[in-house]
């Protein structure tokens, strides 16, 4: 028999089959599995290139040593990590105060896996208070609602569905793509457990009209006597507001905000996932949703829809809150909506789009063709720049907007000016082409997107 070489066994290792629907059955070497791993990644996207997400696409070296030194450990388990559970409560402090929660008030919050386990606790939280409210009045309670707008995240929607909450959705219209108080009178009433409104929208990156809703609701328990809590979903807007617009009142300054949420892995600097959590005062998350498990060792408060979980991004996000301060947040976010703005009016300025954010408040840039350009469309302009290796969202909007196609560039703290010039040539380069020879792509086919949920109560 032919003695192989190191070369030989490992490219023997490398060329494996690899099956597609039974368990592999034989073992390989760390570096040919390495290899193949990585291999069937080379076609995936850049992440610094991949502007259709709002998650961190860079770190430092210090930054990922703290991940690397903590990514063995589980979260939960707070009584063999219980430095790790230390920093995450000190942090929920922080984020409390960083949000303006009241003084006086208990801070209580949590690390998430991301938003999407931060919004449904807050859902959770708010629809158990809801209930003991109507419970301890004698009143029903088994139809619960929830108010938000049509351009709410996924997650509040499944929230609504696998909670058996009753959505009461208030729709978009084109030039007008943000939660106000137009249609509140016929979606609140008295089995609202809260309203739901945005900061920093997924669609265009708008905040909804906090303000003026918060006043509505006043008005309203007024006029009615039912007090109806808000939630801000923050994930975006929660690390950009506090530090570029101090005076601008979206958080706990505003009484009826009781909880809110943020993506620690999008402007809060972390990598994929981690979310938070926060509510105004440790009486408003319900007691009855804590558990409490002893077998780690020691009893444990549990309050997350996760168990298990990775400790890395939370020694992560304390590294980052450590190491850039108020100062250094607000450096990097000033710097980085610039940057949008600086995008924004490259894009505006070669006559192809309209802006769609009439806002520019988070470093997102949402843009619409202009109604002459009918030989092409956004989504044209998407796979266009695919080409370049640029990956930018184009979707329809949400009913009663669906008409309106938007392409969508979330701009990072990674990118330079540099950078942003050299993008801002490819889409209207791109544009140019799409102009002379026309676009063929249709918008993808979405199951139920104009279906309003049916749920029970």
Not at 108 to 133: D, F, I, P
Not at 224 to 238: E, R
Request: glycine fraction near 6%; hydrophobic fraction near 40%; charged fraction near 25%.
């Amino acid at each position: 028999m032919k003695h192989k070489s190191a070369f030989g066994l490992f490219f023997d290792e490398f060329n494996e089959d690899i099956p597609e629907d039974s368990f592999p059955r034989k073992s390989i070497s760390a570096f040919a599995a390495e290899s193949i791993v990585n291999s069937e990644a080379w076609t995936d996207a850049q992440p610094t290139m991949n502007l259709s997400s709002f998650v961190t696409t860079f770190t430092e070296p210090e930054a990922l040593e703290v991940l690397k030194r903590n990514f063995l450990k589980n979260h939960i388990d707070h009584d063999m990590y219980p430095q790790l559970f230390a920093m995450e409560n000190r942090m929920v402090r922080w984020l409390h105060e960083l949000w303006n929660g009241p003084k006086e008030a208990e801070p209580y919050g949590t690390a998430t896996v991301g938003s999407s386990e931060a919004c449904m606790l807050a859902g959770l939280a708010h629809k158990w208070n809801w209930r003991q409210g109507r419970e301890a009045a004698g009143k029903d309670g088994s139809r619960p609602n929830l108010v938000t707008g049509g351009n709410v995240q996924i997650v509040w929607k499944k929230f609504l569905r696998y909670f058996d909450v009753e959505p009461r959705i208030a729709p978009l219209k084109p030039g007008n793509y943000r939660l106000t108080t137009e249609h509140l009178e016929e979606l609140v009433d008295e089995n609202t457990i809260a309203v739901v409104a945005i900061a920093g929208q997924t669609f265009t990156g708008e905040d909804d009209d906090i303000q003026e809703i918060h006043d509505w609701l006043d008005d309203y328990e007024k006029r009615t006597g039912h007090n109806v809590p808000m939630h801000i979903d923050g994930a975006s807007g929660g690390f950009v507001n506090p530090f570029l617009y101090p005076d601008y009142e979206w958080d706990f300054r505003l009484p009826r905000v009781q909880s809110i949420n943020a993506s620690g892995h999008k402007y809060g600097l972390v990598p994929p996932g981690l979310g938070w959590v926060i509510f105004r005062d440790r009486k408003v998350f319900n007691e009855d949703l804590v558990f409490y498990v002893n077998y780690l060792g020691g009893e444990m408060p549990t309050a997350t829809l996760n168990f298990s979980r990775n400790a890395a991004q939370i020694a992560y996000q304390y590294y980052v809150f450590v190491r850039l301060g108020f100062e250094g947040y607000k450096e990097i976010m000033q710097h980085t909506l610039d940057n949008a703005l600086h995008l924004r009016e490259l894009l505006v300025d070669s006559g192809y789009f309209e802006i769609m954010n009439k806002t520019q408040r988070i470093p997102v840039v949402a843009l619409t063709l202009k109604d002459e350009y009918t030989n092409f469309n956004e989504f044209d302009v998407s796979a266009k720049v695919r080409e370049r290796g640029w990956v930018l969202s184009a979707y329809s909007m949400p009913p009663d907007a669906v008409n309106v196609n938007s392409l969508r560039i979330v701009v990072r703290p990674h990118l330079n000016r540099n950078v942003i010039n050299s993008l801002a040539r490819d889409i209207i380069q791109a544009c140019d082409w799409l102009k002379a020879h026309g676009g063929t792509a249709t918008p993808p086919d979405l199951h139920g997107h104009e279906v309003a949920t049916v749920a029970k109560c």
